[in-house]
């Protein structure tokens, strides 16, 4: 690069008569004291003359009119030279013919879009110009060079890449510069996905006949998000052999909302950036069946070839025209075959068409408030119904039948409608045919009838643990149609739960049967045993020993039982000794003394006599007296203490008797004793009871000598 000024260039726009314009680039020394001249030589004249033009400080100058000579040829240059420095630095010259020297305009307002890997590029192109075109990957700075042809379009492009370009041109016909470039135009990636529709919501407004309808969309590829401007929406009224009106809508939403009709209606959605559109994602608003719109119109058959329509128009809404649509219905939805417009202020209207017997038609008829091309919030669905030109039974019977919750008595039959494509005619019921299974048709009972939107019923009254089967036809203003194939199911003999409470019941009562058995049985068993082994009561809980212990003096005695009991080696633990049992020789002798007490106390006194009296003077002795028997004689014995004083003699009967008692009731103690201890030799054990000495019982010395 030169230090002084270059790239001069002189040239004109538009029309030479405004004059010849100079441009050229300063030098590195240039300051606001630097001098540029302008100089011009006109080679074609006979005297050639050099003329000076100044410009001080700015780096541009335009040559009137008046000063040149279009014709010739001029060659021009710049010198520069500072006051402060005598050096002298100038450009290359240019020789040019001033009415050859135009610059075309510099290309503005260019357009563009991308699709399927081009660059087109829109705007004002003129075709007396060649353009040229410059362009670049963003964030590169290799630039490639490119003659534009007629259709201005640029081939081969990633898709997904985003680009730079510009753009110049100059003169086809004559000798010209090229323009100035443009300015730097970015292109973003190409939108290659169309935008998924996720969700269509329809909801029915307050006012009949109008829904209002959101669609929502997304892009498929995140990284998309960033490049979209924005989306175009199209809303089409669809209408059937007729051109059909759209509206187009922009929006920087992901979702949009309608208020419609229950007509049907196209939706079109395309995302966009400067580069252009992506491909369009579009649907179907189909038709909303609105039943309770039906008898808002009256259709009546004309024969085969027209339907004679009629509704009220008396409406204070603004009406400009109707739309009809009609088709015939497929499964439950209408296939629209015509639509039609109706001129405002009419209240009738024939439909002409080839319509076929036995099938449904629908008709459709909606209001327009406002001009054709609009099409939100424009149109409200007045009326809707279905007709027939002649009505035929249904081809088919009720489907899927079952019969479920069997009991005794009942059963539940379902089944699936009939197809609306099946009917032939407007469905007015069911007809269930019961009977028994092996019984023929005349034994079937009443049918029961049902109406068509009933696809279940109770049968009750049935026998229980009986087989039957059933049968289901629908029927339509001209007659029944097909029966279904018969379905058996068999009654329970018991219902469920029954059979649990028979056997909760029998379960019960046998139990309260074995219970009772059991009772009585031990109650036999008890009486049988007191009857025949009767319990032997206890001595030590009997009230003669409980005097005993507390009156009698005889706690002595029972102390030296005791320890003649525990020194004794023939004795048993204290258990053994209460549960002996007196012998039958010791029992007499007991009862002898006794007696001869008794009549001595007799001779004796009269007074004690009056005591002995009042007690038992007879013990009657058994095999099972014990020691209870010994206890109640003792009172007996030291009572008549005071009487029997007299007689010495009989004293000493009586102290013999006594002690004759005393050692019978030791040895009575210690043969049982031995009986239970015994071993091999029981024998041996009860010869030597007669050796066994009782030691003298301090209590009988004591009586004696009192009576003594």
Not at 315 to 339: A, L
Request: aromatic share 8%.
């Amino acid at each position: 690069m030169s230090d002084g000024p270059h790239n001069l260039e002189c040239y004109y726009m538009g029309e030479i008569e405004n004059g010849l314009n100079c441009t050229w680039t300063p030098g590195n020394h240039h300051t606001n004291t630097t001098i540029y001249t302008l100089k011009i030589l006109w080679q074609n004249r006979k005297f050639p003359t050099s003329e000076e033009l100044v410009n001080t400080t700015r780096t541009f100058y335009t040559i009137e009119r008046r000063c040149l000579y279009i014709s010739d040829n001029v060659t021009i240059w710049v010198e520069m030279r500072d006051r402060r420095s005598t050096v002298c630095q100038k450009t290359k010259s240019v020789t040019l013919i001033p009415e050859e020297s135009e610059r075309p305009k510099t290309p503005s307002d260019i357009t563009h879009q991308r699709k399927d890997g081009q660059l087109k590029l829109m705007g004002d192109f003129s075709e007396e110009l060649r353009y040229e075109l410059n362009y670049t990957k963003a964030g590169t700075a290799n630039w490639h060079v490119v003659n534009l042809t007629s259709s201005k379009t640029l081939q081969e492009l990633d898709q997904l890449a985003a680009y730079e370009f510009r753009i110049r041109c100059k003169r086809i016909s004559k000798v010209s510069f090229w323009s100035l470039w443009s300015t730097k135009y970015e292109v973003p990636p190409e939108l290659i996905d169309k935008p998924l529709i996720r969700k269509t919501v329809s909801e029915l407004l307050h006012e009949p006949g109008k829904r209002i309808v959101t669609v929502q969309w997304e892009n498929p590829v995140n990284g998309t998000n960033e490049i979209v401007t924005g989306y175009k929406i199209r809303l089409a009224r669809i209408l059937a052999n007729r051109s059909s009106n759209s509206k187009l809508f922009v929006t920087n939403n992901s979702e949009c909302t309608f208020i419609l009709s229950q007509a049907r209606f196209k939706f079109e959605v395309q995302a966009y950036n400067s580069a252009g559109s992506s491909p369009a994602s579009e649907i179907e608003i189909p038709p909303f069946n609105q039943m309770h719109l039906n008898n808002k119109i009256n259709a009546t058959p004309r024969g085969n070839d027209s339907i004679l329509i009629s509704w009220n128009s008396n409406t204070k809404e603004r009406t400009n025209d109707y739309i009809v649509d009609w088709g015939p219905v497929i499964g439950n939805e209408i296939c629209i075959k015509r639509s039609e417009k109706i001129k405002k202020g009419l209240q009738t209207y024939t439909l002409k068409g080839n319509f076929e017997p036995k099938q449904r038609y629908r008709i459709m008829l909606h209001r327009k408030s406002r001009k054709w091309k609009r099409v939100n919030n424009t149109e409200t669905t007045i009326g809707m119904t279905d007709v027939y030109i002649l009505e035929g039974t249904p081809r088919s019977a009720p489907s899927n039948i079952t019969v479920t919750n069997i009991s005794k008595t009942s059963a539940i039959i379902k089944w699936d409608h009939i197809p609306e494509d099946e009917c032939q005619g407007f469905l007015q019921g069911y007809k269930i045919f019961c009977h028994l299974n092996k019984a023929s048709i005349a034994d079937t009972f009443i049918p029961i009838s049902v109406n068509s939107s009933t696809a279940y019923y109770v049968l009750t009254g049935l026998r229980q643990n009986t087989v039957y089967a059933v049968q289901i036809s629908g029927f339509t203003k001209a007659g029944e149609g097909s029966r279904s194939e018969a379905v058996s199911f068999a009654t329970k003999e018991f219902d469920d739960g029954e059979l649990q409470r028979i056997a909760v019941i029998v379960s019960i009562a046998i139990i309260g049967f074995v219970f009772l058995v059991t009772w009585s049985c031990l109650f036999l068993v008890r009486r049988t045993k007191k009857m025949f082994w009767p319990s032997i009561p206890n001595p030590g809980n009997s009230n003669a020993i409980q005097i005993i212990g507390r009156d009698s003096s005889l706690p002595h005695l029972d102390n030296e039982l005791l320890n003649l009991k525990s020194n004794s080696p023939l004795m048993g633990t204290e258990e053994e000794l209460e549960s002996l049992h007196t012998i039958e020789e010791v029992t007499s002798a007991l009862a002898d003394y006794e007696l001869e007490g008794n009549e001595q106390n007799n001779v004796t006194d009269q007074e004690p006599r009056n005591d002995l009296n009042d007690k038992p003077t007879v013990i009657q002795v058994t095999d099972y007296t014990t020691m209870e028997n010994f206890r109640q004689i003792m009172p007996t014995i030291t009572s008549n203490d005071t009487v029997v004083q007299a007689n010495k003699s009989e004293t000493e009967c009586h102290d013999q008797q006594s002690d004759s008692f005393i050692l019978s009731y030791m040895k009575q103690h210690v043969h049982q004793t031995s009986i239970q201890n015994a071993g091999d030799n029981p024998l041996g054990t009860l010869q030597n009871l007669d050796l066994i000495k009782v030691p003298q019982n301090p209590l009988s010395q004591q009586l004696l000598e009192t009576n003594c």
